[in-house]
């Protein structure tokens, strides 16, 4: 009995110890070959040899960022789980399976304390006992300092555990003990950028200073939504100017501009408060007729009375002229009565947009250096320039409702000089795209802010006369001439205002128009319409010839007493 319990016993240990264990062996052999480019991407190859002792599923980590990942030549979508990206094998029968991985690394270098660090996952904490280990890593060309390789367990202890040979710009090697389960293994190398000549540092989607232009060009768009979005009124039919409009009030009805002074002489002019002389070189005398009375808005009159004060003559081309202009460019007795008081200032939108092509202006500066001590004041000579051009074109379109010539084509010119610089640059699509930003707000900014009803009846009748000046018949227009002979005369201040002197004129076609009343200029016999438009035109234009040079003068001058000061 005794004899027979032991055999017994015997029996059942053996069976115990023949009972299958439901686990993974590990890898036999595991080899990882990285091929790393000159634009800094890795392509990692990693072959392991498993032994399965039963059906299992089996799971490989994969470093972040890892794309196209391919298992035994098969593209295949890895799984993101809490801290990792993995790739899960299916399930598995028992038994000894190569399995192939391969994925590439397109930032495996990165840009750190203006040096360049490679980095390459040799292993990424495979789950299992590796007992064979290989790797090879090809660069793109031969290094100048040696690698250093650390692991999750023993830090940069693992080299004594390795065996590496280093041959022109391949790195081979092996290790020569166990390597645990959940390990990991990195190569880092510092190298030149002569090493990756076709690198570029990846640019977050948004940088400060695409954020702060987002920012801007947002408030821009909101505030102009909220307090400036004005509705375009449908134009009424009007053969004479709107009642109590004078030439220089037309701005200020259309774009929210102050008054035009040299308008407002020729309104004055026709209405006989004054008379206009000029001579052969090119000189303008403004001549009193008579004392304006009630019958104009208080602002007119203390305008007319600064103007002449106790002369009865001025000098159109004179610093007192040109400075009147500027003083009243910020002034009219419409805008309270055509605005809303709630609507907002145009300014600030054209501002903030002026802020938006500064912020260009770095951008487009990095297109010409990577780093270097002149940077930052590259930087901010572009910031300046585009914040010139952007008021440049900002100042053309305010102009655009007026037809003011010399503006519009300076805004053209400046966006032309954006569109140069962004080629010079290297960013010809920023360029490109500040351009359109720019005349898109300049043009909405010159429709100025929400209008009253009397507001909106002025703009309609605006547009009605402006139709009427350039597109009414020359049948039409003769008629109107046979009625009143002065009618030419008396709407010309109106059409130079608008800048649509030109085709007014054509509209009477070749006949001959008597002497202007109000124009003493030396001309002969009698001129055609064309004639007197182009006259009138170079009279304005010498009115407000030093009004512009007004702004250098001051400029220069500011600049002069600052250095005096010094």
């Not at 593209?75 to 399995?99: D, R, S």
Request: aromatic share 8%; proline share 5%.
């Amino acid at each position: 009995m005794r004899f027979a319990r032991k055999l017994i016993l015997i029996f059942l240990c053996l069976a115990l110890l023949c009972v299958p264990v439901s686990a993974l062996s590990g890898a036999q052999s595991a080899r990882t070959d990285a091929v790393v480019s000159s634009d800094g991407s890795c392509r990692i190859t990693m072959r392991f040899q498993l032994h399965l002792e039963q059906e299992g599923r089996l799971e490989i980590p994969l470093p972040a960022g890892a794309q196209d990942v391919r298992l035994d030549g098969k593209y295949k979508t890895p799984t993101q789980q809490e801290q990792q990206l993995a790739l899960i094998l299916p399930k598995m029968a028992a038994g000894i399976h190569t399995v192939e991985i391969s994925y590439t690394l397109p930032n495996a270098v990165q840009q750190q304390n203006s040096a360049l660090v490679l980095q390459v996952p040799l292993l990424t904490g495979f789950a299992y006992p590796v007992e064979q280990f290989e790797f090879s890593i090809v660069l793109p060309m031969e290094p100048n300092a040696q690698p250093s390789f650390s692991s999750g367990y023993y830090g940069e202890g693992i080299l004594s555990s390795l065996n590496i040979q280093q041959q022109g710009s391949a790195i081979h090697g092996s290790c020569h003990s166990t390597l645990k389960d959940h390990e990991t293994l990195t190569m880092t190398l510092r190298a030149d950028e002569q090493m990756f000549p076709d690198y570029s540092p990846q640019q977050p989607l948004l940088g400060i200073w695409e954020l702060i232009m987002v920012i801007l060009a947002g408030a821009a768009m909101v505030y102009y939504l909220v307090a400036l979005l004005p509705i375009i009124p449908r134009k009424i039919r009007s053969f004479s100017p709107p009642e109590g409009l004078a030439a220089g009030d037309l701005g200020t009805c259309l774009t929210g501009c102050g008054m035009d002074l040299t308008m407002m002489v020729f309104s004055w002019a026709q209405m006989g408060y004054l008379s206009i002389e000029t001579d052969r070189q090119g000189n303008v005398t403004l001549q009193k007729r008579m004392e304006m009375g009630s019958e104009r808005p208080a602002l007119e009159i203390r305008c007319f009375e600064v103007l002449f004060g106790q002369s009865r003559s001025v000098d159109g081309l004179g610093l007192h002229y040109a400075r009147l202009c500027r003083k009243m460019t910020t002034k009219s007795h419409l805008l309270r009565q055509i605005y809303r008081s709630r609507s907002g200032n145009p300014r600030i939108v054209r501002l903030l947009a002026v802020a938006v092509g500064g912020c260009s202006g770095v951008l487009l500066s990095r297109g010409v250096y990577s780093a270097g001590a002149g940077t930052v004041l590259l930087a901010i000579a572009m910031s300046l320039v585009c914040m010139l051009l952007s008021w440049g074109i900002h100042s053309g379109s305010k102009c655009l409702p007026l037809g003011n010539k010399l503006p519009i084509w300076l805004g053209m010119g400046c966006s032309a000089v954006w569109i140069g610089l962004g080629f010079v640059m290297n960013n010809l699509m920023l360029a490109a795209l500040m351009v359109a930003y720019e005349n898109l707000t300049g043009i909405a900014a010159a429709l100025g802010g929400r209008r009253s009803e009397q507001g909106q009846q002025y703009v309609a009748q605006i547009r009605g006369l402006r139709s009427h000046l350039t597109r009414a018949s020359v049948f039409d227009m003769q008629q109107c001439l046979e009625r009143n002979p002065a009618y030419f005369f008396e709407l010309m201040p109106y059409a130079l205002a608008l800048g649509v002197e030109r085709p007014f004129a054509r509209r009477f076609g070749k006949v001959t128009v008597a002497e202007c009343s109000y124009l003493n200029a030396p001309v002969r016999g009698e001129l055609t319409p064309a004639q007197w438009a182009s006259l009138l035109r170079q009279v304005a234009d010498r009115l407000n010839r030093r009004q512009r040079k007004l702004r250098f003068e001051q400029f220069f001058q500011q600049t002069e007493n600052t250095v005096k000061t010094k």
